[in-house]
């Protein structure tokens, strides 16, 4: 059964860094476009990054570039999200997720756009 974990959440203070990881099991990750995703309790999940099912093309949101980086380690089956300078506006729990179709290109923004989720891991950054 195809599942996806994140890992690496925590308690950090403004400025800090952490290093989220996705792992896949019972599939492979190589084939898909992997997205992370996060949510406020009460609030719309909001897109974060994403990293083409190549590995070539990556993508992030406003609020995070310069200070994120998202990588495929295909060894690993995993997909890590680097954040650095932490904010407490990044507080949340963080999820991965893919969509269904192999190889596919698209709107990589729109949660809908993904099917297979992972419980989510939660960061909570303190002033």
């Known amino acids: 059964q195809a599942q996806l974990v994140e890992s690496g959440g925590g308690l950090v203070q403004a400025g800090d860094s952490l290093r989220l990881s996705c792992a896949a099991s019972?599939?492979?990750?190589?084939?898909?476009?992997v997205g992370w995703f996060r949510q406020i309790p009460g609030k719309e999940r909001e897109f974060v990054a994403a990293?083409?099912?190549?590995?070539?093309?990556?993508y992030y949101a406003d609020s995070v570039k310069g200070r994120c980086t998202i990588s495929r380690d295909s060894a690993k089956n995993t997909v890590s999200l680097q954040m650095n300078s932490l904010k407490p506006e990044d507080t949340a729990i963080y999820y991965c997720?893919?969509?269904?179709?192999?190889?596919?290109?698209?709107?990589?923004?729109?949660?809908?756009?993904?099917?297979?989720w992972g419980q989510g891991t939660e960061v909570t950054v303190s002033e």
């Open positions: 997720a893919h969509p269904s179709e192999r190889y596919w290109s698209g709107r990589v923004d729109d949660p809908d756009e993904y099917h297979y």
């Open positions: 990293v083409s099912w190549t590995g070539s093309n990556t």
């Open positions: 019972g599939h492979t990750l190589r084939v898909y476009a």
